[in-house]
């Protein structure tokens, strides 16, 4: 099997491994995600994973591992950076709305073209500021693995969160000592342990809610 198979199957794999389902075209458009973030890459420094089979490992599936815990139908990605986790779930899930919100003028340059290359209609790009992002309608889920803590996260973007809905931070290592850094109106509903198939290091979802305070 050669390189490009080599990573459909770790792909396939470690997507039924996660126990989602992804049908062969819409592995193909993320191993064409991938290809995207490589070429960009080398210019516009995206990211820091260098090899292929690191970039399904670190960049797919951590970002599909979330997949089973997404609530709603209208999700947000803040913080996207080069589009991870958005477009990943975008991808593995085309009945979901996802919103990619990034402050900066060059990641949005490269969600853009992932987009249209990809020709994905469940994708909207914001450039923008979590914080002066205030937009009509607020979000069922909001999903970021950028922030390097939940206050920070739910400051910034707390506002944006619709009534029942959830907010999703994804993590290395649990950091319990953050459940008394939250910040008034949210609380911590769940800790989950992801399952991210090849990666030998621990990954948690931190599952908050707003309070009735």
Known sequence: MGKAGDLKALLADGVAEIGIEIDDQRRRALLGYLSLLKRW????????????????TRHLLDSLSVVPYLHGRKVIDVGSGAGLPGIP??????????????????RCRFLRQVQAQLKLQNVSIVQQRAEKFHPHEKFDSLLSRAFSSLSSFI??????LADGGQLLAMKGQWPGDESVEMPTGFRIKDVIKLHVPGLPEQRHLIICRKTNK
Do not use: M
């Not at 709305?97 to 060059?106: H, I, Q, R, W, Y």
């Open 89 to 106: 779930v975008a991808l593995a899930c085309p009945d979901i709305d996802v919103t990619l919100l990034d402050s900066n003028a060059k």
């Open 41 to 56: 890459n080398r210019v516009y420094n995206l990211t820091t994973v260098k090899s292929d089979a690191d970039f399904v």
């Open 155 to 160: 400051a910034c973007s707390g506002h944006l």
